[in-house]
């Protein structure tokens, strides 16, 4: 009996069978071995027949129970590769990443040697192969189509190693069974590619109604100012002192400054984005192109003060000192803005960090710490107060001239509030004085 369950357990039933039948013709032989197979009884005859029956039930019992086991068992394990593949598919990674992990997962599982998918999605055909080092390819190969909702999308091969054995109609069943999940995953990757670039087209679409809606704004601003400073100079009917015409001429020349300057901006991002935005680069003094800044921007800010302090002994870098000019500008134009009646924009030049370093600091209300790297967007004026004049473009050209250096320009808090936005400038051999 011991045998035919040994037997059933690992051969299945029909080894417990014929491990009962070969029990029930040897058992005469072990109680009489003078007889040999020969019953001396019928009642030795009766006691075969009785155990070999008993001896086929408990095979086809401990069989049954063996097979059932080994069914649940690889039940239990396509189930667990079934949930691994969902886990892996279904985490909303791009298509190409997908088929990745798709054949990667298959190796260990099903034996194989290599496998290969080949998909196309909307007219793109993109392919993926995981193979194992350790084992030779050339056994037997299974092909099975890639299908989402009847539409073939493409072919997965499964190659085992070479004298490997055949694939089952289990594991064909199985490697549909993930190809379809394998496909689901696809077309959601697909589909969430759809979404983000829709979701992108329409933020593309929202920035360039802002900066249409911006530029527009701040064309219209100095523009209508013009207009009506040349139109009170023009009218016969209205008669003005010297004083009045120096005033409106003084405001018509000072809002044409700033169209200009808006138009410039606007051609210097249009370069920028075109990527020709070169620095010609020769020696250049900073604390000079400082001194230059300050002296022309003082009597434009009006009752904001501007002061400038110089470390001694600064050596010349490599740069273009219109273009740092320009950065100059944009950063004190851009604290005078922000800063309170009476206050004060100051510049700082030194040394820092084996360059030189320009830290402009005005005593405004600050800019949230996550906003301080988007002030750095074309057109991107803040939530603080969003009220104020400005077209968004200053700091961004700020950054791309400083980033064109060679160097890297950062926002940070003053003491006692305000904000100061710092930028570093390397020193680079053979410039310095």
């Not at 992990?101 to 080949?118: K, R, Y």
């Not at 493409?154 to 085992?160: D, I, K, Q």
């Not at 289990?170 to 983000?196: I, N, Y």
């Not at 704004?217 to 139109?231: E, F, M, N, Y």
Request: hydrophobic share 45%.
């Amino acid at each position: 009996m011991l045998a035919v369950t040994v037997a059933a357990v690992s051969g299945g039933i029909w080894a417990g069978v014929v491990a009962a039948l070969l029990s029930s013709l040897i058992a005469p032989v072990i109680e009489h071995p003078d007889l040999g197979l020969q019953f001396e009884q019928l009642r030795d005859v009766i006691a075969a027949v009785v155990f070999l029956a008993i001896a086929a039930v408990v095979g086809l019992v401990v069989g049954n129970a063996a097979a059932e086991r080994r069914r649940a068992t690889e039940r239990e394990r396509e189930a667990r590769l079934l949930a691994y593949l969902s886990t892996k598919l279904l985490s909303g990674d791009v298509p190409d990443r997908v088929l990745d992990e798709f054949v990667d997962v298959l190796l260990v599982p099903f034996g194989l040697a290599s496998c290969t998918v080949q998909v196309t999605l909307d007219g793109q055909t993109m392919s993926a192969t995981a193979t194992r080092q350790d084992l030779e390819p050339g056994g037997p190969i299974e092909l099975v189509p890639v299908v989402i909702a009847s539409i073939p999308l493409g072919t997965l091969s499964a190659e085992r190693p070479a004298r490997g054995r055949p694939f089952t109609k289990r594991e064909r069943e199985l490697l549909e069974a993930a190809t379809r999940q394998a496909a689901v995953s696809l077309d959601r990757a697909r589909l969430d590619a759809r979404a983000r670039l829709a979701q992108l087209d329409a933020e593309t679409n929202q920035l360039r109604a802002a900066m249409f809606s911006s530029v527009t704004h701040d064309l219209r601003t100095p523009l209508a100012s013009i207009k009506a400073g040349v139109t009170s100079l023009l009218d016969p009917s209205t008669t003005l002192g010297v004083e009045r015409e120096r005033d409106l001429l003084l405001t018509i020349l000072e809002e044409t400054d700033r169209l200009n300057r808006l138009v410039g901006n606007i051609l210097d991002l249009a370069r920028i984005r075109a990527g020709a935005l070169i620095p010609r680069r020769v020696p250049t003094a900073v604390d000079e192109v400082g001194e230059v800044v300050v002296a022309r921007m003082r009597p434009r800010l009006g009752s904001v003060r501007l002061e400038l302090a110089l470390a001694p002994d600064l050596p010349e870098i490599a740069a273009d000192p219109v273009q740092l000019d320009q950065v100059l500008t944009n950063l004190v134009e851009n604290a005078a803005r922000h800063s309170p009646n009476e206050g004060v924009v100051r510049i700082d030049i030194g040394l820092a960090d084996g360059g030189v370093r320009v830290r402009v600091a005005d005593e405004g209300p600050g800019i949230p710490v996550e906003q301080r790297e988007k002030v750095f967007e074309a057109f991107y004026r803040g939530r603080v107060e969003p009220e104020r004049p400005g077209s968004g473009l200053g700091l961004a050209i700020v950054r791309a001239i400083v980033t064109a250096h060679g160097g890297t320009i950062w926002v940070e808090e003053t003491t006692g509030g305000g904000t100061a936005v710092v930028f570093d400038l390397p020193i680079e051999e053979g410039v310095e004085a």
